[in-house]
């Protein structure tokens, strides 16, 4: 019930859903919830009804984010399903539905969200017609950081970062540093110590970057996408730190009059006809 009264207040565009007159009834579908989530459409039915297992922190999580659900909203909902909200230490997987307004605000400008260990959160449709449709990954594997240091053949194809071996090897020290800098401040948080152990036993080249034992955190840079269709784009790539959350939201721009602007302006033509605004999913 509650899952239903809080789809039913959410209209499809509010979320970057299209909206259709042919709609019966109002809010999102189970679909939508199901897509925006990253579960099954059955999964969400069956909790709507309260059968099955109860669900994960991970299912909860998505759900709060799909549903735009603030603080309160999200912790209401962990207590309904019996399990106990985040609590402090843990990193914050959680977007503000403020933060959500934000992105939906960079309509020109490719925008993600990303949690302290590198969790893509949230992103708007110009992200998704940058680097492709991050719904067809499962939860576990948005996270920047598996997807750099563990590729997985079943993965769909996304647009690769870094034009040269140069910027793919700094890209990399760098989120290793990221990383480290959040073990410190996160200690005690399962999640980014499951995803360590993951990583130093599934890949040598993290393991030496880690032993390396440089820490900080993400700056403002440049950054190259290698576009299926529009080949290579070297665009600023601008973090902004959202720090009662200890989030970052990635922006991506090109000065104007230059080849990169003219591409991303196509983009917004081309790119995004058939994707929604973002998809708040992840794990938590």
């Given at each position: 019930?509650?899952?239903?009264?809080?789809?039913?207040?959410?209209?499809?565009?509010?979320?970057?859903?299209?909206?259709?007159?042919?709609?019966?009834?109002p809010g999102l579908r189970r679909e939508d919830v199901a897509q925006l989530a990253g579960i099954s459409v059955d999964y969400v039915v069956r909790?709507?009804?309260?059968?099955?297992?109860?669900?994960?922190?991970?299912?909860?999580?998505?759900?709060?984010?799909?549903?735009?659900?603030?603080?309160?909203?999200?912790?209401?909902?962990?207590?309904?399903?019996?399990?106990?909200?985040?609590?402090?230490?843990?990193?914050?997987?959680?977007?503000?539905?403020?933060?959500?307004?934000?992105?939906?605000?960079?309509?020109?400008?490719?925008?993600?969200?990303?949690?302290?260990?590198?969790?893509?959160?949230?992103?708007?449709?110009?992200?998704?017609?940058?680097?492709?449709?991050?719904?067809?990954?499962?939860?576990?594997?948005?996270?920047?950081?598996?997807?750099?240091?563990?590729?997985?053949?079943?993965?769909?194809?996304?647009?690769?970062?870094?034009?040269?071996?140069?910027?793919?090897?700094?890209?990399?020290?760098?989120?290793?540093?990221?990383?480290?800098?959040?073990?410190?401040?996160?200690?005690?948080?399962?999640?980014?110590?499951?995803?360590?152990?993951?990583?130093?036993?599934?890949?040598?080249?993290?393991?030496?970057?880690?032993?390396?034992?440089?820490?900080?955190?993400?700056?403002?840079?440049?950054?190259?996408v290698l576009h299926p269709a529009l080949g290579p784009l070297t665009l600023d790539c601008d973090t902004l730190?959202?720090?009662?959350?200890?989030?970052?939201?990635?922006?991506?721009?090109?000065?104007?009059?230059?080849?990169?602007?003219?591409?991303?302006?196509?983009?917004?033509?081309?790119?995004?006809?058939?994707?929604?605004?973002?998809?708040?999913?992840?794990?938590?």
């Amino acid at each position: 019930m509650t899952l239903r009264r809080a789809r039913a207040r959410i209209q499809p565009e509010d979320v970057g859903l299209p909206s259709s007159a042919r709609r019966r009834t109002p809010g999102l579908r189970r679909e939508d919830v199901a897509q925006l989530a990253g579960i099954s459409v059955d999964y969400v039915v069956r909790l709507e009804q309260g059968r099955g297992p109860v669900p994960s922190a991970q299912v909860l999580g998505a759900l709060a984010r799909a549903l735009r659900l603030d603080q309160a909203g999200r912790d209401e909902l962990f207590h309904l399903a019996g399990s106990a909200p985040p609590g402090p230490g843990t990193i914050a997987l959680h977007v503000r539905p403020s933060v959500l307004r934000l992105i939906d605000r960079f309509s020109d400008l490719p925008t993600l969200v990303l949690s302290a260990k590198g969790d893509v959160l949230a992103w708007n449709a110009m992200a998704l017609a940058l680097h492709g449709d991050w719904t067809c990954l499962p939860p576990e594997r948005r996270n920047l950081n598996r997807l750099r240091f563990l590729p997985d053949p079943a993965d769909p194809c996304l647009s690769t970062v870094g034009d040269t071996e140069s910027e793919q090897s700094g890209t990399a020290a760098r989120s290793v540093a990221a990383l480290r800098a959040a073990a410190a401040r996160y200690p005690r948080d399962p999640g980014l110590g499951s995803l360590l152990a993951d990583l130093r036993a599934g890949s040598a080249e993290f393991g030496a970057l880690w032993e390396a034992g440089r820490a900080g955190g993400w700056s403002s840079h440049r950054k190259t996408v290698l576009h299926p269709a529009l080949g290579p784009l070297t665009l600023d790539c601008d973090t902004l730190h959202v720090p009662d959350a200890d989030q970052l939201v990635i922006v991506y721009s090109a000065a104007p009059g230059t080849p990169e602007a003219e591409a991303l302006a196509l983009l917004r033509v081309i790119g995004t006809q058939d994707v929604g605004q973002y998809q708040p999913t992840s794990t938590e």
